[in-house]
């Protein structure tokens, strides 16, 4: 494993502003950390735990302030907070290249799935309004209304072997359950002193999973994740909406009509064609 890179910020107050990824947050969910140090303090930044959830983990020499943004009075409170966030950050980027499939539970009975091969490349996600799926010929969005399926072939994306990314970041746009939203809610949790997070064992549709229960003033969420890296579970507040999710089914066996647009859809190719 490669030495960590150090850097040390000399005891001068200073606010530091860095743009990079910070504990917890893939390139799905960078944000800005305004951070003051009260003494001199030491950041080591270890090796990212993959491309896509990269973590930073925080030596604290001395007290550790951070105005404007959060307080983090108990370092190593907020240190052990930062293993577990990395620990089902890890497990939900394994899962990014791996092949399988999940069917979800939905509020009011409804169902959602999702799918992913690693080969070839391609990842779906669908829910009882649409589905996305993205795969290396092609990005197909359809949307369902007043019974009808509309489908949108779209030229193919670079997804850097890991097609799930882009498919979480449209699901998000539609107010979706994905990992990294609930990995960002994971990691705010994480540097809010005041919260009370609470971390058990369960078993999800007949696999293990750790559960995180969270109680914080904006807003108390739980959530699971299974061993094999697949969100087992989320009750919560995502962009203001109350929602949740149960994992129903988990398999590592994919069926390929998971990728193909729904029985009877309307179906719009605006791929460029080549004479």
Not at 60 to 71: D, R
Not at 73 to 101: F, H, P, Y
Not at 217 to 246: H, I, Y
Request: contains cysteine.
């Amino acid at each position: 494993m490669p030495s960590p890179a150090v850097r040390t910020v000399p005891w001068d107050p200073v606010t530091v502003t860095d743009g990079t990824d910070i504990p917890g947050f893939s390139v799905l969910n960078r944000q800005r950390v305004c951070v003051r140090w009260t003494r001199s303090t030491t950041l080591v930044v270890m090796p990212a735990v993959s491309t896509t959830l990269r973590m930073l983990s925080v030596s604290v020499i001395a007290s550790l302030t951070v105005t404007g943004c959060q307080t983090l009075d108990d370092a190593g409170r907020a240190l052990g907070r930062s293993d577990l966030v990395n620990d089902l950050a890890a497990r939900m980027d394994g899962a990014l290249t791996a092949t399988w499939a999940a069917d979800y539970q939905l509020p009011g009975g409804r169902t959602a799935s999702v799918a992913q091969t690693k080969t070839p490349l391609r990842s779906a996600y669908t829910w009882p309004d649409g589905k996305i799926t993205v795969t290396q010929e092609s990005v197909t969005r359809c949307e369902t209304s007043a019974g009808r399926t509309a489908c949108t072939v779209l030229p193919p994306e670079l997804t850097a072997g890991k097609p799930s990314v882009l498919v979480w970041t449209e699901a998000e746009k539609r107010g979706l359950v994905t990992p990294p939203a609930v990995m960002g809610l994971l990691t705010d949790a994480a540097l809010d002193p005041d919260a009370v997070i609470t971390q058990s064992d369960t078993t999800v549709a007949g696999h293990h999973a750790t559960c995180v229960d969270v109680k914080r003033s904006t807003g108390d969420f739980s959530t699971c994740v299974t061993t094999e890296g697949v969100l087992g579970s989320f009750s919560g507040t995502l962009a203001g909406t109350p929602t949740e999710v149960t994992l129903s089914r988990y398999t590592e066996s994919v069926d390929p009509a998971a990728f193909d647009v729904p029985a009877g859809a309307g179906v719009v190719d605006r791929r460029t064609v080549t004479p």
